[in-house]
């Protein structure tokens, strides 16, 4: 039993769903990772076994991945937030200003996090000091590739350098019939980002500096996403992409690479019709650098809890608290990370499953992990709604690279002198 399961007790949040009406449940729980089909059986039987050991009911609250932000800041307006809610972890600076966030060093104290945690996991909850919320699942955003696509296109090793992938999406696209070599993500502004930051960092670029400097417009972003571009006029990517379409095409053997997160695995299994069984084929790689010498990049990522409570203000005694120590427990921690294809957060859960060959495979090709240099702001959905709108103007034809990248600096650098101006 770890030490944040023993702090059960101490304060937490209680928030009713409505104003005036009866509680359905003892706590409520905002999970977009419910709302996906692939999982959802695995949530739910998570929240069955919170139940059985405390119990407790608990009303599991579904929204799309794409939906939570929105959904959570409409909850905020009309005082209906949750007791919990699962975050990405690039989203907590955007929610970071609300009141009714609780720092929860305050709850369970700086010392006993730290000593339960891994620090990497914790620091993603970290801002400016206050641990406003407790990780769930970590890992990273690196470059995966389906083995089998691989074979039939004759690759017989994972390419290292830009120009070698650049040949092996060739090779994909001229022998594996109806397939889209890298589902590279062209549409969905969030995902976009993605694909543009981890190819900008390839390239040498930036796109926001540690200090806030808006510094995108280099020539190594412009080669960034020139190479993007020629992806898709080559037809080794395709329009219309977003990583739920990677994923089903990576599972349906039409695709050979695509960026994801370490669940991939799971989605994977779904998609593919084919369960465990397809695990044979999900190679995790190191990104492929610029040159020979250079250290692959990934992105830093996790799936985050936040309490909410009127005033930030925890209370005594609630059952968020026996939520929150349940679902970072050794029982829960050595089992649904790796259902979902993911690190455990805790330092005991990670010291008993370090024996799972997939994750110590991702562990070894994750490079240099990276904190989304645009989620950490805290208007980071205006940051990449801008970076999509441009880069996807750039990919489909409607601009050069080198004016996207022009106004991709001006729109961003009026962003970020708004937001400073507004803290």
């Known amino acids: 039993m770890n030490s944040i399961t023993r702090m059960i007790g101490t304060a937490a949040v209680a928030l009713a769903l409505g104003s005036g009406g009866a509680k359905a449940a003892d706590l409520s729980f905002m999970s977009f990772t419910y709302a996906e089909e692939a999982n959802k059986a695995i949530v739910q039987t998570t929240l069955d076994g919170f139940s059985k050991a405390e119990g407790l009911t608990v009303e599991p609250l579904g929204f799309a991945w794409g939906d939570m932000q929105k959904n959570i800041f409409l909850r905020a307006r009309s005082k209906t937030l949750p007791d919990i809610a699962q975050l990405s972890e690039r989203w907590l600076p955007t929610f970071a200003s609300l009141d009714s966030l609780v720092d929860l060093n305050a709850v369970y104290g700086k010392d006993k996090l730290e000593a339960t945690f891994a620090p990497d996991a914790l620091a993603m909850g970290n801002i400016n000091g206050k641990q406003l919320a407790l990780p769930l699942i970590s890992g990273s955003i690196g470059m995966v590739a389906n083995k089998e696509v691989l074979a039939k296109a004759g690759i017989a090793d994972a390419p290292k350098t830009v120009d070698d992938f650049r040949k092996a999406l060739i090779a994909v696209r001229d022998k594996v019939p109806n397939s889209v070599p890298y589902t590279m993500a062209t549409k969905n502004n969030g995902s976009i980002l993605i694909d543009f930051m981890v190819w900008n960092w390839v390239h040498g670029g930036r796109i926001i500096d540690d200090g806030g400097k808006v510094v995108v417009d280099s020539q190594q972003s412009r080669d960034a996403l020139n190479f993007m571009v020629g992806l898709m006029k080559d037809r080794l990517a395709a329009p219309e992409i977003d990583r739920p379409d990677s994923r089903r095409l990576m599972g349906q053997g039409a695709s ?6 370490p669940q991939t695995r799971t989605f994977l299994r779904d998609f593919s019709g084919k369960g465990e069984a397809f695990d044979a084929n999900v190679l995790p790689m190191p990104t492929p650098v610029l040159k020979a010498g250079d250290k692959p990049v990934s992105v830093q990522w996790g799936h985050l809890l936040v309490q909410f409570s009127t005033g930030g203000k925890a209370k005594a005694a609630d059952p968020a608290d026996k939520f929150l120590s349940y679902i970072t427990s050794d029982k829960v921690q050595t089992d649904f990370p790796l259902k979902m294809s993911a690190l455990p957060v805790t330092r005991s859960a990670r010291e008993a499953v370090a024996s799972d060959a997939y994750l110590r495979n991702w562990s070894a090709a994750t490079g240099d992990s990276r904190r989304n240099e645009v989620g950490i702001w805290s208007n980071a959905a205006e940051l990449t709604t801008i970076i999509g709108e441009e880069v996807q103007g750039a990919l489909l034809g409607q601009k050069s690279a080198d004016d996207a990248i022009k106004s991709m600096q001006a729109r961003l650098t009026t962003s970020m002198e708004k937001a400073k101006k507004s803290e």
């Open 256 to 261: 050979a690479f695509y960026l994801d997160a």
